[in-house]
């Protein structure tokens, strides 16, 4: 009965969870494919993770375009409407930064210096362990009413975290020997690579106010 | 039947405004559609006038006693201060504008029961305190209830909905058994229509004008509310409903706008936010004192137009 009148509030249900999982497929893809450019830098097998990354973050659009639709279409009170749009809309950047690091590194053919690597890995890491922790709290906020605020703490503190390693990567990078120009390209990298546990640091405060605004 | 016109449009004008008391959140949300909400609306204002409606008729009808015309100069003289007040932008109520146009033909009768007169005002004022102590009293328990609730987003979100639905509904129930007095008491004291039949016109003439022309009211009023957050749109629409219901049971006709802004009022208290403007306030108080005295004068001047005699001089 209650899934007869309202079918389209299920669907929505059904479609964030598929958009979740997707996410965590995007994940998945792009830290192998670092890992792989880490260890043999742009390789076949980097190609085809970084392909695969791509695949999932254009499903990643397609589900969210069909969530909007739902929305559109009177799914859900005017409020979780304009409250799930917008983490959707700030969820969504975290894979587009997956698929920016992927190309930049592919078409500008960058290879990490040594002394960058296991800073790298450990910025992977920490931003990948918040994007976890990111999905964990907006399933928690959409099952309960409790228990976001714990989870938004530890990716405040990874994100503090990931700023101290992205500072210490450019200040190694600027003390190296390092040409200008290779300097310049791998800041660049570096700093949207910091985006990442940033973004799931504003996504997470976004859940926290949205959980709040759950209890009256 | 033609003498009744005068009742019948200020019930459809009556539709047309109040609806929006009842159905304005849940139709602006757009979690129902216009239709479904104006004929939800029609039956269950249709219903309460029916099942309730005879309690505040009695009221209205001991107030004064009037012949047929008089009863056509206050429904007139009513309906005209409901255009006019709503032409100049005030939140107006047909209760008072329904009972200061009652007094005016009680004034020129020198027929009028002080005691009833009383009971009506001392209700007014007690309209919109009704609504706020209801609210606050609403929105800790029920919050409390619900903040215990186990739902998650999208059970919480269809619970809201089917609620906000259900509060509609009931507050369209309790404007048809409070309001239909407004429409048609004054005929039954006027000996044109029975109380079966008051309800009936009343409810009807009501509904019509809820199916007819209460989308754009029912639009504005919504958005008004819906700046509050789904909760809290969901108490103060219960809240009016059930201070509407209450003065329906001790037989007082009530404005559903002046109960919804006291309940707005008591929400704003209790969450410690301004949800009503200064200047919507001081709209409201000028509109209370001047609704009723506007009918009472625009009654006593039709009443006095209609009595005059040609005197040949000679």
Redesign the interface.
């Known amino acids: 009965m209650?899934n007869f009148f309202?079918k389209k509030?299920?669907q929505?249900?059904a479609l964030i969870y598929n958009y979740l999982e997707n996410l965590g497929m995007t994940q998945k893809h792009f830290a192998k494919a670092m890992n792989i450019c880490l260890r043999e830098g742009i390789s076949d097998d980097f190609c085809f993770l970084m392909d695969q990354t791509h695949k999932f973050e254009s499903r990643a659009d397609d589900i969210r375009d069909q969530v909007n639709e739902l929305m559109y279409s009177?799914a859900?009170?005017?409020?979780?409407r304009e409250d799930i749009m917008a983490l959707l809309e700030r969820v969504d950047e975290i894979p587009r930064s997956f698929e920016q690091i992927l190309n930049m590194i592919r078409t500008q053919k960058i290879t990490f210096p040594e002394f960058l690597i296991l800073d790298v890995q450990e910025l992977i890491r920490v931003s990948i362990e918040s994007c976890e922790l990111m999905v964990k709290q907006i399933d928690v906020?959409?099952?309960?009413?409790v228990g976001v605020r714990t989870l938004h703490s530890t990716i405040d503190q990874n994100e503090s975290h990931c700023d101290h390693i992205e500072r210490r990567m450019i200040n190694k990078l600027f003390d190296s020997e390092l040409d200008p120009f290779l300097k310049m390209q791998l800041k660049e990298l570096v700093i949207v690579l910091g985006e990442i546990s940033d973004q799931a640091d504003r996504v997470s405060k976004r859940v926290n106010i949205m959980a709040i605004?759950?209890?009256? | 039947m033609l003498s009744l016109l005068g009742g019948i449009f200020l019930g459809w004008s009556l539709g047309a405004n109040d609806a929006a008391n009842a159905f304005g959140p849940a139709v602006t949300?757009?979690?129902l559609k216009f239709w479904y909400a104006a004929v939800v609306a029609a039956v269950f204002v249709l219903l309460g006038a029916l099942a309730e409606g005879q309690a505040p008729i009695e009221t209205l009808k001991s107030i004064t006693s009037l012949s047929l015309k008089q009863a056509i100069v206050s429904s007139v003289a009513a309906a005209a201060t409901v255009t006019l007040m709503t032409l100049l932008g005030f939140p107006v109520s047909t209760s008072q504008a329904v009972v200061g146009a009652i007094l005016g033909i009680g004034f020129m009768n020198r027929q009028l029961d002080v005691s009833a007169m009383s009971k009506v005002i001392i209700c007014w004022f007690g309209t919109p305190i009704g609504g706020m102590l209801i609210a606050v009293v609403l929105?800790k328990a029920l919050?409390r209830l619900?903040?215990r609730l186990?739902t998650?987003?999208?059970q919480?979100?269809?619970l809201?909905?089917v609620l906000l639905i259900a509060a509609g509904s009931y507050a369209a129930y309790a404007l048809g058994a409070n309001n239909v007095a407004n429409v048609t008491a004054v005929f039954v004291g006027a000996g044109q229509l029975n109380i079966f039949w008051a309800k009936l016109v009343g409810g009807l003439s009501i509904a019509f004008g809820i199916i007819t022309f209460s989308r754009p009211v029912m639009e504005t009023v919504g958005k008004k509310l819906?700046r509050l957050?789904?909760?809290?749109a969901l108490i103060v629409v219960l809240a009016e409903a059930i201070t509407v219901h209450a003065y329906t049971l001790v037989g007082v006709p009530v404005s559903t706008s002046q109960a919804l802004i006291g309940a707005v009022l008591g929400v704003g208290l209790v969450k410690g936010i301004n949800t009503v403007s200064t200047k919507t306030m001081a709209g409201i108080l000028l509109a209370w004192f001047l609704t009723p005295t506007i009918a009472c004068f625009i009654s006593i001047s039709l009443y006095f137009v209609i009595n005059l005699r040609y005197v040949p001089s000679g």
Do not use: A, C
Not at chain 2, 229 to 232: A, G, L, Q, V
């Open positions: 209650r309202f509030t299920r929505l249900e009177r859900l009170i005017p409020e979780s906020m959409i099952k309960k009413k605004k759950r209890r009256v | 949300s757009r979690m929105l919050g619900y903040n186990n998650d987003l999208f919480s979100d269809i809201l909905r819906v957050d789904p909760f809290s």
